[in-house]
């Protein structure tokens, strides 16, 4: 059987399968199905230091088959109840709480909160890319000193994963900017910027016009990141992991991210309603590994890349 275990900063998971935050992760009872069907690691909804009601609905819309635009408004109970609610320390497989803040001394306090709650990794989303609408500034992870700031602020209480957006000109530069600021990790893509409109209505379909794009369209849009983070990184001399994330739906999807230099990967919007496919996601690697002969996922990682031009 091929061994897929696999470290990610410092914690040691059974395979590279990790849950994408915001999907089916509202309670610690679905965590807790997942982690039994042989996910990896499990990454939480995002937590502010205060509870967040979310956007006015439509929230979720299916804009082609399997794929998703969603602006949910990063509806959440706050630091306080969270850690009422989920344990970070026990668990079958480790949780990686993911933080959202406005400012970097939010996400110093958000990491010290989970941090002492007994995290030994957090996820910071710095590019949640549906502000409200009429918004006109720069997200977090368009930035390289934002995101930079961000990352040093929360890194100072435990290791960090730096959540990077596809809508930038040169995402390897805002992983380098991670990386220099002390990010354990960075994790890539978040949604997809987009819109749809009801031609009906004539208006956009979701409550606050702009959304997120989710499911396999993304996919080949999330493989070019993070190979372009995976190389921008070796060039600047750092050895500092990649996540990879959008779009997948089988283990051949998650092999196409670790064959770009992922080191682990996270599956959202196609488990759907079942938390058991993360396992089965993961299953199906195996069994690409095997059916290649790749013993390990050093074997084959980042094996793509040399065909760069
Ligand atoms: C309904 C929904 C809610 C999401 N909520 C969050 C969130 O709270 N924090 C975050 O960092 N990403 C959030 N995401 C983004 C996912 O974690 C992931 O980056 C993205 O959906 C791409 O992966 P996928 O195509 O496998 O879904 C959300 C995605 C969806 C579809």
Redesign the pocket.
Same mark, same amino acid.
């Given at each position: 059987m091929a061994d897929m275990r696999v470290e990610l900063a410092g914690l040691k998971l059974a395979n590279p399968v990790l849950l994408? @935050? #915001?999907?089916l992760d509202s309670t610690p009872g679905i965590l807790a199905r997942m982690a039994d069907s042989g996910a990896g690691a499990l $990454?939480t %909804? @995002?937590i502010s230091l205060e509870p967040r009601p979310g956007y006015a609905g439509p929230t $979720?819309a299916e804009v082609a088959p399997g794929t998703?635009l969603?602006a949910?408004g *990063?509806p959440n109970p706050g630091l306080a109840e969270f850690l009422d609610e989920f344990d970070l320390q026990g668990g079958l497989v480790p949780v990686i709480p &993911?933080l $959202?803040a406005d400012t970097p001394e939010d996400f110093g306090k958000l990491a010290a909160g989970v941090a002492g709650a007994g995290a030994k990794l957090a996820?910071i989303?710095l /590019?949640?890319p549906h502000p409200r609408a009429g918004w006109s500034g720069l997200l977090t992870a368009q930035d390289p000193a934002a995101a930079a700031t961000a990352t040093a602020a929360a890194a100072a209480h435990l290791p960090v994963i730096a %959540?990077l957006s596809p809508d930038v000109a040169d995402i390897g530069a805002i992983a380098v900017a991670c990386a220099e600021a002390g990010a354990a990790a960075v994790s890539a893509? &978040?949604?997809m910027p987009a819109l749809d409109i009801d031609t009906e209505l004539e208006r956009p379909v979701l409550g606050n016009a702009f959304g997120?794009l /989710? #499911?396999p369209a *993304?996919l080949p849009i999330?493989l070019r990141c993070v190979l372009k983070a995976v190389r921008a990184l070796r060039d600047a001399g750092h050895a500092m992991p990649v996540i990879g994330? #959008? =779009?997948?739906s089988s283990g051949d999807d998650a092999a196409k991210y670790i064959l770009c230099g992922a080191q682990a990967v996270? $599956? =959202?919007?196609?488990l759907g309603g079942n938390p058991e496919r993360l396992g089965e996601i993961a299953a199906e690697l195996g069994g690409w590994m095997e059916r290649k002969g790749y013993a390990t996922l050093d074997a084959f990682r980042g094996n793509a890349l040399e065909w760069l031009p």
């Open positions: 994408a @935050s #915001g999907i $990454v %909804k @995002s $979720v998703w969603n949910m *990063l &993911n $959202v996820e989303n /590019s949640c %959540k893509i &978040n949604t997120g /989710s #499911g *993304l999330g994330i #959008g =779009g997948i996270q $599956v =959202g919007t196609s």
